[in-house]
């Protein structure tokens, strides 16, 4: 094709030249205030394609973190691709305030499915970005509760707007804007690797639930009025599992038991799903594990396998029904734009035609066993958990538990220089760090990755590993 | 092609039913809280081009308002089209924590036209949404002034996250939201057919930014301490021309007048070019016209041509380099895709190659004149006024100055009729609605339409103009 | 008595000594954060009678502000003074979670009387100090409104909590004290001798009511929704006459005309009389001249006669009932205590017996006619003004209008420094001063003062007068 | 003397009819919103003396309150009220912006004992009630660390202003009064009869102050940025011991440990010395028995022996310096009042001259071994414990562990019925109730009540309790 051969004439060109031009340019224009710059050496990379990026030099890199779970579907997967070229031949451009009919299909099929999963009726709000759907969330807590504050998760994660900031746990990501008059109250997370209380998860009984419940025992505990049993917050914000937290599975019946509270005083859960919906975790929903039935889902990144910033909140119908959210409750130019809701539409075809439900699950199995035998090889690796395709590894000093930063880094940078050598020609392997101690490689390959493909990014990580002991010793 | 066949087929089936359906999907499954439940007739549309949009029965509409500006360079523009499906076969994903060729050039594009245009230096952060810029740029107002206050402008919009709902005037947007800790105070406009003083714009000597240094006077009119030259409010956010305000364009000194009273104060002026940047007004920025250089730009929309929903910041460097705005600042999934920046970087390269500068003009002086022409005919018509392609018409009672929205919604609905014949054929008219009274045709054509074109579409409007006024006599 | 005798002994130690450690003592231990330190010169007094405080060294000084109003009633004001020591003799301390029969009764005629005036029916309830009043009144506006927003003037004063701090203009209260999330939203007070629109009075026609009901006319002007017919703000908070602000007396049917607009949005009108109450201006509260009915009413100092700082609320049935404000709604150790209100009745009781009603407007009249007649003489005083016995000059420089802080600080340390003659001894002068630009001398002048008394303060003002032109010329 | 005559002859009218009417002016009148109606039958007390109150009808209480520690030296103290009767004579009023010798002195003796204890400099600001004191405080932290947020304890309580209530506890006091944008983080106090934690103390190794440092270890646990080290919160507020909370005293070690976290990250240490100071607890301030040193220390109530609502704070001097905190950073009418200086001044000779030191802890100490005598008698009686004569008994049932609120309020009724016939003839007794449960009765005598009246005092709450058990079994 032309167009790949331009592209191959372009690579023919001085390409160090040229990408030293590219980083001058950067350094001068662009802003640092993203996460570009937390790396010492920048990668530019100019491919990508399966579960593989490419560099201007036409290295291959083995990508483990699918940017952070918006690309569950691989790079460049033909089939969504093709969708969004079908929208931009017909209708790429509608304003929001008309109807198309992706969008309502695509509403349709998510709301279905929703009440199929949990047999409650609920309705689709869309918008761009999942901060954006993270604010729509709470327009709708505030709006039904008559509630400002909120609860959240200590290690939680939701998103940088300034609303979905105060919700986040990272006080750094707060500390130079100001005052936050709607700051969460956070509450620790089931981090039972590294439990809040001290507790082994064998003898707890729950004993974070318990805290928890305590706060509701007295008005003297800050929260309830027990004259009228009512809460000064109006929702608790979760993640199944938690994403930059570190992919931390909580305990199977931890939700049962926290929603039960919930319930009680009328506080509304909302289920971020922004990183682990999409079958990342082998279910639609990374909640659909927990036996608990969120009264708010918001979800983004792989809807449109990040071809589309396309996001959304489903909420059930009595917090959204027309009378509750009426008309001109929230809007945004983009927010249920002809493209994304295509693309989106398109990926919901292809989960219902796909065996993801058991293939996530038995890939998932598979990388984890690989990955605890790695465990039991080196006692760095403090912790390996995963649920589907969403897998954490813990790196730690040699006493399996102190948390170990320095390698982690030096790891990833491994990686990134593109230097391995494991599947017998030089690859990089890019991996994804979060973690509360930043010690977490949080792993979300491709869902359509192979066995073998797993063979080589375990074969990959083991010889960075090596090498990272080796060089942090 | 195939795929045209397959539409072509998909058309053959009887829409009506197939509309009706989709119809009762979307009253079941969408939320209603955006704003399409603004009309009582819902219209779905199946395809756009140029500057038509056109229903399932395949009636044309022309387009006056062109997805509020995001449409700038016309539906289906074939170069940003192919530029978006090169990158999709190219680099479709890519994390943003990564670097790639399209963002750094967009960013150093950018930037480099803002430095020759006002000869200052800056650097670009790009996000998705124009709200969610407006978030960026209020993070990079709190961290430089240590305020979370700012001014806006009565009659101002920028966006229904919970933060851009705070500065944006209209009350409705925050009724049901509970308490706004950071509830901008909002001045009032130079609006001078209503002028909020009640004066005349010939004798007035500005009198409303007298009214607005008036409060500068003593530490009693509530913003400065007088002993330190501090104020509490650390920015003014400002639109060159007020986009939902009803396309009101200020007396061509104002802003500079104004600035200089921020400047005393240490206050930055932050310009929402969302709306009007990307030669919408004949120039790059809308604030080129008024001699005054902002200290912060957020932009969106027509960036791609409303292809992707990337947007971003221009901020001055002592505002946004590396140890002003360090990394981690802000971040967003989305916020330089790889598909939004080729499409910027193509809209950036068709603007360079195009001759917006003079056109624009132009055509927007054609089209005022023919409005004017309208406006002798008509004395419902209290007010036309135009800069480039930023057209507004008032729409008044028979006195030509009280505001008549039921006249404009009469209209507005007549032309989405699909039943005006002025053209020749049966086509209808997409209108936009703005304004402090919503009686205000806020008219945003495509930048490349023709003067035939805005022949038709004069004619179509001076049809539906006529019949509304019978219609609610 | 040998008290006197003590301190007549005490008077003969060396007292410049004294003095002089008591300074170093106060420069040590004492915060300097009060107003003392406003002064360069500090001054002590230690002892105070009629309408005279004595400083250390015996020095008289004539005093026309009354503890800014506390003291309406003269200094140690026998009657007051053996109300006290009285309830001292019987019950001096009782836990205000008990009743006690002063308590009562001085609720009760307070309730009546404001029954009589407004023919409304409601309730008092009691606290300590201005500020915790106001505090309580916006407890009230919170809970029957729903709204934390309130409207306040430009140059209104309601005291220094952070709650009364936020509905107080002055910026310089709140620059260094954060974020103050509850910030009223301050409106321009009828100040017509500097009118904030610079209109004159006479032609005006409350233009600047009409600024405020312009507001309301749409949702853009940032405080209405007019589909719900809803405001954002609960409350305004006026002074009858504003204190701080310079004795500013609105015109006759400003309050009238502005309370039409609040009633139409349920606004609340709250009308803060700590200054003004207790016949201040010649009516048992200042809004009476009004010919408005207040919501919630506010008030202190002078309810003890400074003995003690009882302040309360009064509040209309329907806001303050026991369903609407239920038990434990608010609170304080010393709300209600016995020695307060005992005071506070024995005060209600002088003024039922008193003929204030007809001697402070008296007084008052010839007061200002005598100012009148010093304006006359001097075209530094720029403006003279009064209601009952809360008179203002404004000192300005020879154009009878620009402000001249310069000169008032200067009479004011003249009076100040105890050697004026013009009553045949030396004696001082005690001026507060007041008003936007700290050039308005507020005088409130003992509401028993004689007539010889105010002839002998015009007098002594008038020698300080002359000598401060000298000096500032 | 004739005032003791009238009161005679005034007791000799039909006290019940006066009574009705006096009750029923109070149900019509007054402001049911404080704490008078949270019981059912309204007392009306009509003197006091010593340790007693007596009613209108003449029985005799036995206070075992004292004004919630407000009357640390017995009602009517006549070295006391002598005190506030000599200033009345010679100095009753005085503007604070004045100086007059009594808060010069006072404030001397105040900062001068606390720099004898904690050999640390400081200024003294005083102001009229606890809760303005607090406000005072709140704007130190928030001047002097830039934060807005504090920390402050579960079961804690500092008054009822706005910003009190926000740091405050209890959500009923907050539950009616809209949005708190400065709502506290509250941390669980170490109520160890109570355990947060369900630790017991001898095995606990201080768990709590653990739980509170681990927020500190990672910028996740929602608190502290690492990579700057800087808090978001800027205060703790602590009770030396818990007031409302039910005199919870904590471990001996705790402030130390507390302080050390703190400290480490420049959080101050506000330290709310309202209830506990001047040697209630057997030491000036109950924050001396811990060992540690507070950076602000707030007091009230008892300073004046509840004669005037004088408070304060001290705090060091380089947060309230005259540059820290420069003229005019605070202020209120009443502030330094003269009578309320001359009382506190007379306190502390008082104090100075007494044997508070030794008499305080040999009577708490024999007051708290009788009550464990009848903890030992009665299984109901769960915990008992003391520090100098804050006393605490907590009601249970049977199991001496469940709170037994019923129980505790039947033996407040019976005391407050005034028909205990302990003493050998009818008195009263008054308890106050306090705790997370409301089932504490928080003691706080007189701190001259003599031996003989403390065994009066426990023979009478022994009948009430034997009652008590009677009718509530």
Chains 1, 2, 3, 4 share one sequence.
Request: some cysteine.
């Amino acid at each position: 094709m032309s167009q790949n051969q331009k592209t191959a004439k372009k690579a023919a060109k001085p390409v160090k030249q040229d990408t030293d031009e590219l980083l001058s340019l950067e350094a001068k224009y662009c802003s640092w205030g993203d996460t570009v710059h937390y790396a010492q050496k920048l990668n530019i990379f100019s491919r990508s394609e399966g579960i593989y990026l490419y560099d201007r030099e036409g290295a291959e890199y083995l990508d483990l973190q699918m940017w952070y779970s918006a690309v569950n579907f691989g790079y460049k997967n033909k089939r969504l691709n093709d969708a969004l070229k079908r929208q931009l031949d017909i209708l790429p451009q509608l304003a929001c305030q008309y109807l198309h009919e992706e969008k309502i299909r695509l509403a349709a099929k998510l709301a279905q499915r929703i009440e199929r999963t949990f047999e409650t009726k609920g309705r689709i709000h869309f918008n761009v970005g999942g901060a954006q759907a993270i604010e729509d969330s709470l327009k709708l807590v505030r709006s039904s509760t008559g509630r400002n504050l909120v609860f959240a998760f200590m290690g939680g994660y939701h998103g940088r707007t300034l609303g979905a900031s105060a919700i986040t746990s990272s006080y750094r990501y707060r500390e130079k804007f100001g005052h936050f008059s709607d700051r969460a109250m956070f509450i620790p997370y089931p981090y039972c690797f590294r439990c809040p209380y001290d507790k082994k998860k064998e003898f707890c009984d729950f004993y974070c639930v318990k805290q928890f419940e305590r706060l509701f025992e007295t008005e003297y505990h800050s929260v309830v009025n027990k004259k009228t049993n009512k809460c000064e917050l109006g929702a608790f914000y979760v993640e199944s599992i938690q994403g930059t937290g570190g992919y931390v599975i909580p305990p199977y019946e931890y939700f049962v038991r926290l929603k039960e509270i919930l319930d009680r005083y009328n506080i509304l859960m909302v289920d971020d799903e922004i990183q682990m919906g999409f079958f990342r975790t082998g279910r639609f929903w990374g909640i659909e594990h927990f036996n608990v039935e969120p009264d708010i889902i918001v979800f983004g990144k792989a809807l449109t396998n990040g071809l589309n910033p396309l996001s959304g909140i489903w909420a059930k119908e009595r917090l959204i029904s027309p009378e509750a959210f009426p008309p001109g409750s929230t809007h945004s130019t983009f927010s249920s734009n002809s493209l994304g809701t295509a693309i989106g539409l398109e990926t919901m075809k292809l989960i219902e035609e796909s065996d993801l439900t058991i293939e996530v699950p038995e890939k998932g199995e598979y990388f984890l066993s690989r990955l605890k035998a790695l465990k039991r090889k080196y006692p760095e690796i403090g912790d390996v958990d995963g649920l589907g395709l969403a897998l954490r590894m813990e790196m730690c000093h040699k006493d399996g538990f102190t948390p170990n930063k320095e390698l982690t880094d030096c790891i990833t940078d491994i990686g990134l220089s593109g230097k391995l050598t494991a599947g017998g020609k030089k690859r990089g392997l890019i991996l994804d760090v979060g973690g509360y101690h930043k010690n977490v490689f949080t792993l979300a390959p491709s869902l359509f990755i192979q066995k073998k493909e797993i063979d080589l990014a375990v074969d990959l990580f083991e010889e960075a590993l090596k090498e990272g002991i080796r060089l942090t010793a």
